[in-house]
C-alpha cells in the first residue's frame, strides 16, 4: 500500500527525519531554505500532510489552492499564529502543535534573559570579550539583583507558570500574572506557585513590577500589547522579556521608551519582523538579543519532532491526535 506523502519544510534533527522516512513517503528540505508561498502551494498540492514550522506562512490561499491534496498541517512549535486557522477549518484541514514539550527550555530561556538584562551579562561578556576590562573595582558595572523583585507575567499558560515557578523557588521573586481568563490546570506539577497573585488589571501588573516577562500567544488580541502607552505605564528601571512572539509588542515604540529611558531595558528572543532585528534595537547596551533560541535544545528539538510525527501518523490514519488545534 503506497504511504501518505509528507513536506518537512525545514531541516529536522537526523534521527527525526530517519523516524518520519521509515513511516511516510517523505520530502525533505535538504538545504533548509524556507519554503516561498510559491513552494506551499505546490506542497499543499502534492502531499498528504505538511510538516511545518514557525517559518512558512500558511495563508487562507494555501488552504484554497485548486487540487489541493493536502488534509493535514503537522506543525513543529506551540505557537501556530504563521496559519491562518479559520481557513484551516473551513478548508476541513487539520492542524496540531507540539505543546509541553519545550515548555521547560522556554522558561528557561526566559529566566536567562531576566538575569542578562537585570545583571548587565551580555554587556559584561562583550566588555571582557573586547579586552576593554581593566579590573575588578567596586563599582564596576552594578546591575540589578533578580532576588526578592517583583515579576508580572501576562499570559499564564503552561510556560508563564513554568516561569513563575523558577522565579519563586530560585530567586524569591513576587510573582504577579494577568491573563484575561484563569488558567485550567489538570496537574499540580504544572500549577503556578502557591504565592502568585493574579494582578488586578493588565495596567496594574505594568505599574507594579520590576520585570514584565511576555507569555501570551499572538492573537488579534495581543497584537502590540505592549505599546509606546502600555510601556509607559511600566516603572523606569522595568525590563521587559519577551519569548513570546515579536509583534505583542510594538517594536518602533520599544525603541522609543529605550531612548527616552521610560523603561530600563529589554530581553527579546523573538521580534516583530523576525529574521530582521531592528539596527536601533541593536544599539542599546541595555537590551539583550536572542535569536529565537526558546526551545533550542537537542533534547527538546527531538521531543517537539516524535510529537510532531505522533500527531501526523494520527491524524493521516484519520484517528484523533492529541494536539489538535484546529
Ligand atoms: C514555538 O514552539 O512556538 C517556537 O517559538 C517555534 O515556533
Known sequence: MSRPVV????????????????????????????????????????????????????????????????????????????????????????????????????ADV???????????????????????????????????????????????????????????????????????????????????????QRAQSFEELLRSSDVVSLHCPATPETYHLMNEHTMSLMLPDAVLINTSRGNVIDEHALVHVLRERIIGGAGLDVYEFEPTVLPDLRDFETVVLLPHLGSATVETRHAMGRRAMHNLELALAGEAPPDRVA
Not at 562583550?126 to 515579576?151: F, V
Request: net charge positive.
Open 7 to 106: 513536506v518537512v519544510t525545514r531541516r529536522l534533527p537526523e534521527a527525526i527525519e530517519q523516524e518520519l522516512a521509515e513511516r511516510f513517503d517523505v520530502r525533505l528540505n535538504r538545504n533548509d531554505t524556507p519554503l516561498s508561498p510559491v513552494a506551499l502551494a505546490e506542497a499543499m498540492k502534492s502531499a498528504d500532510a505538511l510538516l511545518c514550522t514557525v517559518t512558512d506562512r500558511i495563508t487562507a490561499q494555501h488552504f484554497s489552492v485548486p487540487g489541493r491534496r493536502a488534509r493535514v498541517l503537522a506543525n513543529f512549535g506551540v505557537g501556530v499564529n504563521h496559519i491562518d486557522l479559520d481557513a484551516a477549518r473551513a478548508a476541513g484541514v487539520m492542524v496540531t502543535n507540539t505543546p509541553d514539550v519545550l515548555t521547560d527550555d522556554t
Open 110 to 196: 526566559a529566566i536567562g534573559l531576566m538575569l542578562m538584562t537585570m545583571r548587565r551579562l551580555s554587556e559584561g561578556e562583550r566588555h571582557a570579550r573586547t579586552g576593554a576590562w581593566s579590573g575588578w573595582r567596586p563599582t564596576h558595572m552594578l546591575g540589578r539583583s533578580l532576588t526578592g523583585k517583583r515579576l508580572g507575567i501576562v499570559g499564564y499558560g503552561r510556560i508563564g507558570r513554568a516561569v513563575a515557578r523558577r522565579a519563586a523557588s530560585a530567586f524569591g521573586m513576587q510573582v504577579q500574572w494577568w491573563a484575561p481568563r484563569e488558567p485550567t490546570i489538570h496537574d499540580e506539577a504544572t500549577a503556578g506557585p502557591a504565592n502568585a
